[in-house]
């Protein structure tokens, strides 16, 4: 079947989400965490992370104002971390 | 404002620059203008001395790079990620990168390579992200008039904490971002704007729709690249849907997001003594079509469907409207009552009983 508009949205919004939480805020890769320690901070810590630094309301979800954000032209270096 | 992990500074305060490449988007004069700009910001408040060389090793090589460029930080195309910087060490340490994929500029088009630039430098020197929307160290771009530009307080304060005071007897200072819910709040001007509250105050508006809880500050340049910030009166025309911001001896006509006229238009057009400067406050009675203006103790009448100025004002605001004093600073007319905004407080008015019924905080509105 076509993929529903909104759900292909979805999983763009996810990847866009996962993109900027790894550029941005050290989210592991998929890849780096099945190596790394045990202290994973799941997408939704970091998400929450992002949202406390940018002022939004903490919901731990990419809802309409997190995903405003994370479309806006910025700059490269991450906020948490170098 | 943050300091960069691990406080990495520069030990020597003389440091030298270079600019690798050009981007074509430019002419090159105006590329090391903005960038020599750039490196005024931070120098003029700090002891730092910045000098351009022009071959070899500099500390801060400055280049156009287009997506991967070997620094394990590939660029992203246009938009997304605009930029990136190395905090001070030797080597790559204190470069920046711009990609080539964005379009760079001189004006509010495209990106403004001077911001730019500016905001780079911050994590060249030393500081990294800060989460004051205000500071120039925010993560998101966001344009201010260059001529405009002054260094905000919040990254003042991270460069001296990095690197002390400049030599500079009068310590600069710079704007500091508003807090929505401070008490002592005032505002510039307040208008309505397609049934929400718009309230400016210096590069800033917050966005209010009165049935919705939250409240949004966003800069004015945002919206209105070409509006100047500290706009001193506005009022809304409901019937032509346009909204007129006033600043010195000049308005500006919005349409929406739109402005009407590319240029700014006069006051004295709308009939006023060439003695009058500048307006304090304005609001628009829709049931009557007449426009109100407030300049010190006096107010102006002006009819919307004529076009002109009623005859016999100014009138002295106080025969008027009881109980409101002189130095308005913003008003606006929402269902029965006028709101007059004299520093942190707002005055509701009644025009049926013509008298104040109310006293409240000045930022009342924002539900703190």
Known sequence: FPVAPETEDEDKNIQLVKTYLQNFYKLETDKQSRFKSKNIKPLTEKLKEMQVFFGLKVTGKPDVDTLEVMKKPRCGVPDIGQ | ?368
């Open chain 2, 1 to 368: 404002y943050v300091l960069t992990d691990g406080n990495p500074k520069w030990e020597r305060k003389n440091l030298t620059y270079r600019i690798v490449n050009y981007t074509p988007d430019m002419n090159s004069a105006d590329v090391d203008k903005a960038i020599q700009k750039a490196f005024k910001v931070w120098s003029d408040v700090s002891p730092l001395i910045f000098k351009i060389i022009y071959d070899g090793n500099a500390d801060i090589m400055i280049s156009f790079e287009t997506g991967d460029h070997r620094d394990n930080s590939p660029f992203d195309g246009p938009d997304g990620f605009l930029v990136h910087a190395f905090q001070p060490r030797n080597g790559i340490g204190g470069d920046v990168h711009f990609d080539e994929a964005e379009y760079w500029t001189k004006g509010s088009n495209g990106y403004n390579l001077f911001l730019v630039v500016a905001h780079e430098l911050g994590h060249s020197l030393g500081l990294s992200h800060s989460t004051d929307p205000g500071a120039l160290m925010y993560p998101t771009y966001s344009y201010t008039e260059p001529n405009e530009f002054r260094l905000p307080q919040d990254d003042i304060n991270g460069i001296q904490t990095v690197y002390g005071h400049s030599g500079n007897p009068i310590q600069p200072t710079g704007p500091t971002t508003p807090v929505t819910c401070d008490h002592k709040l005032t505002f510039d001007a307040v208008a309505t704007m397609r049934g929400e509250l718009l309230f400016f105050k210096d590069r800033y508006f917050w966005r209010k729709h009165p049935q919705m809880t939250e409240v949004q500050l966003n800069f004015i340049s945002l919206f209105w690249p070409n509006l100047p910030s500290g706009i001193q009166a506005a009022y809304e025309n409901t019937e032509r849907d346009q909204i007129f911001l006033f600043k010195e001896n000049k308005y500006w006509v919005l349409s929406g997001y739109d402005l009407v006229y590319n240029h700014p238009k006069s006051i004295y057009d709308l009939g006023f003594p060439k003695n009058v400067k500048r307006i304090n406050a304005a609001f628009n009675d829709e049931n009557s079509g007449k426009t109100y203006f407030f300049v010190g103790g006096k107010y102006w009448r002006y009819d919307e469907n004529r076009q002109s100025m009623d005859q016999g004002y100014p009138k002295k605001i106080i025969d008027e409207f009881r109980g409101i004093s002189k130095n308005i600073d913003a008003a606006f007319q929402y269902g029965r009552y006028i709101y007059f905004f004299i520093g942190t407080r707002q005055f509701q008015f009644d025009p049926n009983v013509k008298r104040v019924v109310s006293v409240m905080k000045s930022n009342s509105w924002f539900n703190c």
